[in-house]
């Protein structure tokens, strides 16, 4: 379980095919002498178990459902990522409960500068529009975020300066992939209700 609030962005070290089909990752950051096998670890959003770990680096494995499910396919070496450790009953929640389960990938559409931060607008497949609330919670690239606007499968979001430049948004271009949780809670609800034989997608 995470919180959405990115600690610190990592630096991809190298990326190695595994059998074909999954994917190692090295990746360096300041903790990584503190981490410890099976720990799980948030990159861009996506849950991860630490396989190995040294003084500045540690590892993860992506199987193929990763990989299908995210952009971390589409990783390159030297490439920075956001990074959160798991939560602890001693940590406050300070965004929102996040599992580190991407439910999909959405496009980058629009990035606009404002005065005092950006606007961020992201197209997602049309099957999750029942998963978007105005002003609600969303989880993109592992930062908890409030959506600003909605509109038909597109979101935008509100980007402050010190996420813009502690995460790895910074670097972000129109036509990027970017990971997306929905709201966990949400979820349940839709579910619920579609038990009920209610369906509320718009």
Same mark, same amino acid.
């Given at each position: 379980?995470?919180?959405?609030? +990115?600690? @610190? !962005?990592?630096?991809?070290? #190298?990326?190695? /095919? &595994?059998?074909? =089909?999954?994917?190692?990752?090295?990746?360096?950051?300041?903790?990584?002498?503190?981490?410890?096998?099976?720990?799980?670890?948030?990159?861009?959003?996506?849950?991860?178990?630490?396989?190995?770990?040294?003084?500045?680096?540690?590892?993860?494995?992506? +199987?193929? @459902? !990763?990989?299908?499910?995210? #952009?971390?396919? /589409? &990783?390159?070496? =030297?490439?920075?990522?956001?990074?959160?450790?798991?939560?602890?009953?001693?940590?406050?929640?300070?965004?929102?409960?996040?599992?580190?389960?991407?439910?999909?990938?959405?496009?980058?559409?629009?990035?606009?500068?404002?005065?005092?931060?950006?606007?961020?607008?992201?197209?997602?497949?049309?099957?999750?529009?029942?998963?978007?609330?105005?002003?609600?919670?969303?989880?993109?690239?592992?930062?908890?975020?409030?959506?600003?606007?909605?509109?038909?499968?597109?979101?935008?979001?509100?980007?402050?300066?010190?996420?813009?430049?502690?995460?790895?948004?910074?670097?972000?271009?129109?036509?990027?992939?970017?990971?997306?949780?929905?709201?966990?809670?949400?979820?349940?609800?839709?579910?619920?209700?579609?038990?009920?034989?209610?369906?509320?997608?718009?």
């Amino acid at each position: 379980m995470f919180t959405g609030i +990115v600690q @610190e !962005t990592g630096k991809v070290e #190298s990326i190695k /095919s &595994l059998n074909g =089909g999954g994917q190692e990752t090295v990746i360096s950051c300041t903790f990584a002498d503190t981490c410890h096998v099976d720990e799980s670890i948030s990159i861009n959003g996506a849950c991860h178990t630490v396989t190995a770990f040294d003084e500045n680096t540690f590892t993860v494995q992506s +199987v193929e @459902e !990763t990989l299908r499910k995210t #952009s971390l396919g /589409s &990783l390159e070496e =030297g490439e920075a990522v956001n990074l959160e450790r798991s939560l602890t009953l001693e940590k406050g929640i300070e965004g929102h409960l996040v599992q580190g389960h991407v439910d999909t990938t959405g496009t980058i559409t629009e990035i606009e500068k404002e005065e005092t931060g950006w606007l961020i607008t992201v197209q997602y497949p049309d099957e999750f529009n029942n998963m978007i609330v105005g002003r609600g919670s969303i989880t993109m690239e592992g930062i908890s975020l409030t959506i600003a606007r909605e509109e038909g499968n597109t979101f935008t979001v509100a980007i402050i300066p010190y996420t813009w430049e502690h995460t790895n948004l910074k670097n972000k271009s129109e036509g990027d992939l970017v990971n997306l949780e929905f709201d966990v809670i949400g979820k349940y609800v839709v579910k619920y209700l579609a038990g009920l034989g209610r369906d509320f997608i718009s």
